[in-house]
């Protein structure tokens, strides 16, 4: 009796063990999953992309789309149109220049993460546009444009330790709502550094803006 009782015990310890080792390896499954893929572009790999806007189309939500910074600058309109996190490799060195054509990053997708480029020569250099939101936009350098960073209609955003310096206005904000800018540079813009135009419950602090026409400037927007 003792023996049937413990091999009962021994079939129960390892039944659950084999449950337990199938749960973590479908977590783990799910987690590699949610991370997505990597994408790349420049470097030396044989599958790397040569250009942006290749690798961003061939990306899916969730995915990476890492840009090396040997190939830089890069000539492109880039268009980013699903969640996706697009990392530049180095802030001072991996350089999109939108050749003064227009928009050089265009944002019309939620859930965005944009880090480590620079951003140059263009109308716009960081576009968040028309109800796109729940993006991070940190740690890039967009200067050289008319507006460094703009946010048109979009909410919920965070624009925190960029470089929006050398534009005609550094950080504007465009009929947008409920967004965190701080801790950005906003210097030596020909009007002003960081504007707020129709938009509201923005939380604005630890900003540096100066050497503008304006440093701050606020039109039309309230309870910020």
Not at 11 to 37: H, W
Not at 127 to 150: E, F, K
Request: charged share 15%; proline share 0%.
């Amino acid at each position: 009796m003792k023996k049937k009782i413990i091999g009962i015990f021994v079939c129960i310890l390892f039944f659950g063990a084999s449950v337990v080792s199938g749960i973590n390896n479908q977590i783990e499954e799910t987690e590699k999953s949610s991370r997505g893929n990597t994408l790349y572009v420049g470097g030396t790999g044989g599958g790397n992309y040569s250009k942006i806007q290749d690798a961003i189309d061939n990306a899916s939500d969730g995915d990476t789309v890492f840009v090396y910074d040997d190939s830089a600058p890069y000539y492109e309109y880039v268009v980013i149109n699903k969640s996706i996190d697009f990392i530049g490799e180095n802030r001072d060195t991996t350089v999109i220049d939108g050749g003064n054509t227009g928009d050089v990053v265009y944002v019309g997708a939620d859930w965005v993460n944009i880090t480590g480029f620079t951003i140059k020569n263009g109308t716009i250099g960081i576009h968040l546009y028309s109800s796109s939101n729940n993006n991070t936009i940190t740690g890039n350098t967009a200067s050289n444009n008319y507006y460094g960073i703009y946010l048109r209609s979009s909410s919920n955003n965070t624009v925190t330790g960029n470089n929006a310096s050398n534009n005609f206005c550094g950080i504007f904000l465009e009929s947008s709502s409920n967004n965190m800018v701080t801790g950005n540079t906003a210097n030596s813009n020909n009007y002003t550094g960081i504007h707020l135009d129709s938009s509201s419950n923005n939380t604005i602090t630890g900003n540096n803006a100066s050497n503008n026409d304006y440093g701050i400037y606020l039109l039309s927007s309230s309870n910020n």
